[in-house]
Every structure is written in structure tokens, then in C-alpha cells.
């Protein structure tokens, strides 16, 4: 009995100690460790890693809000070795339990574990996230952004103004889910608010490719992110180019970009703990005579672009999106210039991250292209659309984002509509 009880106790005591000495060892005897034995590879799932200063709150104030026992578990939870896997194994787990009670009512989708938002649909070996829903209110501050719109149009009828909608697995038909919620609010009751502005405003189109089936929808967006790839973008812009009448004359998929080696698993993998390791593949799109400049430049439009995606591997995996076309703050500041355009004219890009691959194609058509983040879910301030016309000059000003994002600009930038 003595025996066993000291066997239980050393094991007991090991496992308490064991993310601590992890942390010490890493944070103060800055030893380089291997990233299994470490949370290095759980930074980029859902729970995986939180930074975290633990002696902010070492004071007896911050014991008794017990903010630095929470600090102190996220930190013993940052170093437990295999953190990854055991994320994964454990949302694995309960997938599997999902699955087997989903074989009595043979659902489409379901949940990538217990509680998530990201739902898993087998015939498309695919992720999507589960209906959004709110229509009414949803519904009222899209019309709130129409009302602005048409006002800051008709005040400037020599510009045109151009809106792009992603249809994004959460508001899209495509999704099996779509219509097990109630009020969900949908790519359509978006795009029906939007036309509006079209009628009442000579000088706004819009575009907006839905999608009914998953087997079309997955052709255009990624199985394991909810952003659409380069062809589902180049879909969205040809069908722009018909409404804007223009025709830049170049073929943006007559190649594809291969990324030999490379696997990716986007937002919905990262958040739904579930790796889809689906192959990269992209549009090689023509950007002759298009020049950036900026503190950060994408892949896309470097001469040896796929193989700085192998030389980011852990951005590639889990953020290639992002990684190839450039993030939404690193499109930001960029300056991009074409000596080939279609139009000798400026436009400004209003977007949310679909804009992060859609708009290298407006750049094929004007000589100068800016992009704002109005649209981005995180990005709030005072800005207002006829302060961005003015201060960059633009010819053409270009919305591009999912449904929600039309629904929030009123939100995030209160004076958006506001004049002069």
C-alpha cells in the first residue's frame, strides 16, 4: 500500500511539476526546446495558446480578484507538453461520439466537437461555421449602410461606386445547416437590402456570386477556412468586370500556382480543432506592370513567390490565405501602382479580408489602388467615406466583404455617412 501511494503521489507530483519546469526552462534558463514538447504548435488552434504576464498581478490585490490565479493556470495550461495533439485528440474524441449519435439522424454537418461554432460536413470532407442568425437586426444596419451609400453617391456623381459580396459558408445556402436555424440571415437577405442602393443610385452596381450546392461552393472558397481562394475571387471579378464595363484583356487562370509539400488548415480548422490538410493550389494571376511597395510585400507578387510560402511553414499551414495574398494589415500599407492599367483612373478598396486576394485584380484595371479596412470586423474609428473619397482622390470606390460586414460599418465607424 506505502508503495503504491508513493508511486501515486511521484506521478501526481511529476504532473503538477512538469509545465512549470517546462515554462522556467523556457522562459528563464532559455532553453531551445523541441516545439512537440512545448504549446509552440497549439499558438495557432482555438485554446492553444494565450500570452500572458505572470507577475502583472502578483500582488495581494491580484490574489484576491484571483486574477493571478488566473494568470498562473494559463500559464501551467501555455506549458503542457503535446498541447497540440492533445487538443486535437480530445476534439477527435468527442467528434467521434458526435458522429455515432449523428448516424440516427444522418444530419449533413455537425459539430467539430462539443460547443463549437465550426461544423464538419463529410460528403465534402469540408468545414463551415453554423448559421448566423439575429435577420432583423442584421437586416437594419444593412439598410442603415444603403441609406448612407446612396446619400455619399448622388453627392458625387462623377465617381463610381462598386459593392462585392462573398457568400461565406456562414450566411450562404451551400451550407447544410442554413436552414435548421430560425431567423438566420443569409447572403440573399443581405444582397436584397443592397439593391437598393443600386435603384436609387445611378452610379452603384453590385456583386454577389451564391452558392445552393457544397460541391460548387468548396470549387471557389476552402474546405478548412471561410475565405473563397483565388478562383472564387476571380469568379466574383469577372462578373464585375461585365457590371463595371471594363475589360482588362488578361488571363488571370490560364496557369495554376502549385505549391508542391504544402497542406493548409485555415480559420475553421484552427477554431473547430480539426485538420482538413487540404492541397494548396491557386490562380496564377497576371500582374504584369502592377508594382508594391510597402514594410511587408505578399508572395503573390514576388518573382519567387511559392517558395517564400515554404518559407514561412507554420503561417503556410495554418494561414496560407492570408500568408500568399497578404493579410489585411499588410495590404494596408501598401502602395500599389500598375503601368498597365485598363483605365487611367484611381480606386479605393473599403474592405473586409476577402479583399486580401480580390484586390490584386482591381489593381489590373487603374493605375493607382488604395485599400481601407472599413469593412474588417476589428477595425472601429471615426472615419467617414467622403473624408476617404476626398483624401485619395479615387475615381471608383470599391466595398468588398461578407454580408456581415456591410451590417457593421454603421457600428464601427458611427460617423461613416457623416458630411463635411
Not at 302 to 311: F, K, T
Request: glycine content about 6%; hydrophobic content about 35%; proline content about 5%.
Amino acid at each position: 500500500m506505502k508503495v503504491r501511494n508513493a508511486i501515486v503521489a511521484t506521478v501526481f507530483c511529476l504532473f503538477l511539476l512538469g509545465p512549470m519546469t517546462l515554462w522556467v526552462a523556457q522562459t528563464h534558463w532559455k532553453l531551445d526546446l523541441p516545439s512537440d514538447l512545448t504549446a509552440e504548435d497549439s499558438t495557432y488552434l482555438s485554446g492553444g495558446y494565450e500570452e500572458v504576464d505572470l507577475l502583472e498581478h502578483f500582488s495581494l490585490k491580484g490574489f484576491s480578484a484571483e486574477k493571478f490565479q488566473d494568470d498562473l493556470n494559463t500559464t501551467v495550461e501555455n506549458s503542457i507538453p503535446y498541447r497540440a495533439v492533445i487538443l486535437l485528440q480530445n476534439a477527435a474524441m468527442q467528434r467521434s461520439a458526435i458522429a455515432a449519435s449523428n448516424a440516427l439522424f444522418r444530419f449533413e454537418a455537425y459539430p467539430t466537437f462539443f460547443g463549437s461554432e465550426q461544423i464538419y460536413l463529410p460528403a465534402s470532407d469540408a468545414l463551415a461555421k453554423i448559421p448566423e442568425h439575429a435577420k432583423k437586426s442584421k437586416t437594419k444596419s444593412t439598410e442603415e449602410f444603403v441609406d448612407g451609400l446612396i446619400a455619399t453617391a448622388n453627392a458625387n456623381p462623377d465617381k463610381q461606386f462598386y459593392m462585392v459580396v462573398a457568400d461565406q459558408s456562414d450566411t450562404s445556402n451551400a451550407n447544410p445547416a442554413a436552414f435548421l436555424v430560425s431567423q438566420r440571415y443569409s447572403t440573399d437577405d443581405c444582397v436584397k437590402v443592397l439593391e437598393r442602393a443600386v435603384a436609387e443610385a445611378s452610379n452603384v452596381r453590385l456583386v454577389s456570386i451564391r452558392y445552393d450546392q457544397p460541391e460548387e461552393y468548396y470549387r471557389d472558397f476552402y474546405r478548412s477556412d471561410h475565405h473563397w481562394n483565388g478562383y472564387g475571387a476571380l469568379r466574383a471579378y469577372n462578373a464585375l468586370q461585365e457590371v463595371a464595363g471594363l475589360s482588362n484583356r488578361r488571363d488571370n487562370d490560364a496557369e495554376t500556382v502549385d505549391f508542391p509539400g504544402i497542406i493548409t488548415n485555415g480559420s475553421y480548422a484552427r477554431k473547430g480543432l480539426m485538420l482538413i490538410n487540404e492541397s494548396a493550389r491557386e490562380p496564377q494571376l497576371d500582374l504584369t506592370g502592377i508594382e508594391a511597395t510597402g514594410p511587408r510585400i505578399p508572395p503573390i507578387v514576388e518573382p519567387d513567390g511559392p517558395s517564400l510560402i515554404h518559407d514561412d511553414a507554420m503561417g503556410s499551414v495554418f494561414d496560407f490565405y492570408s500568408t500568399w495574398y497578404g493579410s489585411t494589415n499588410v495590404t494596408a500599407d501598401l502602395t500599389v501602382t500598375n503601368s498597365t492599367p485598363t483605365t487611367d483612373q484611381k480606386a479605393l478598396i473599403a474592405m473586409d479580408s476577402f479583399g486580401d486576394a480580390f484586390h490584386w485584380l482591381v489593381a489590373q484595371d487603374y493605375r493607382d489602388s488604395q485599400c481601407v479596412l472599413d469593412l474588417k470586423n476589428d477595425n472601429e474609428g471615426p472615419e467617414t467615406l467622403q473624408g476617404r473619397i476626398d483624401d485619395s482622390g479615387a475615381d471608383a470606390i470599391y466595398f468588398i466583404g461578407n454580408p456581415l460586414a456591410y451590417a457593421r460599418v454603421t457600428s464601427t465607424h458611427p460617423q461613416y455617412f457623416d458630411r463635411p
